[in-house]
């Protein structure tokens, strides 16, 4: 999956505040991550991958998390849910690539869904999708697109 020794990560930041997620394009990028049981709620940092595609290593701080487990993530430094409008399953924070240009990306909330979007905001419209649970969010991602577009 990789492109060679100099293959450096993306930069995602916050929407609300730009604080960076992955500080120096680094391989994880931290979140705060909120858990709702229905006796308690968590919350706590989670981390995961830089790269896009990569589901492994999810993982949150004094946390064992289960399949389905539900993360509502938001950001460490302002506080700014990540949850993206008309979208209660997803996840949205902003993302630049190694040429500069700027992306948005949705990935699901559920633990083990895989599910990775890469948004060209201008457009409006997906460029890239990851995991193998993309197509089960892609038709509610494509409506939200049209109708908060226009
Ligand atoms: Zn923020």
Do not use: W
């Amino acid at each position: 999956m990789s492109e060679g020794r100099e293959a450096s990560y993306d930069r995602f930041t916050c929407p609300h505040c730009d604080a960076e997620l992955n500080p120096g394009r680094g391989p994880i990028i931290q979140m705060r991550g909120e858990l709702e049981a229905p006796c308690f709620s968590v919350t706590t940092d989670v981390f995961v991958s830089s790269g896009l595609g990569v589901y492994e290593g999810l993982t949150a701080t004094g946390v064992v998390l289960r399949e389905g487990a539900k993360i509502e993530f938001s950001c460490p430094q302002c506080g700014a849910s990540f949850s993206q409008s008309g979208q209660d399953e997803l996840a949205q924070v902003r993302m630049r690539d190694s040429a500069g240009r700027a992306f948005l990306v949705s990935f699901n909330k559920r633990f083990g869904k895989r599910s990775t979007f890469v948004i060209d905001p201008d457009k409006r419209q997906v460029e890239r999708q990851f995991g193998d649970d993309a197509a089960s969010y892609r038709a509610d991602l494509d409506k939200a697109l049209n109708f908060f577009g226009s």
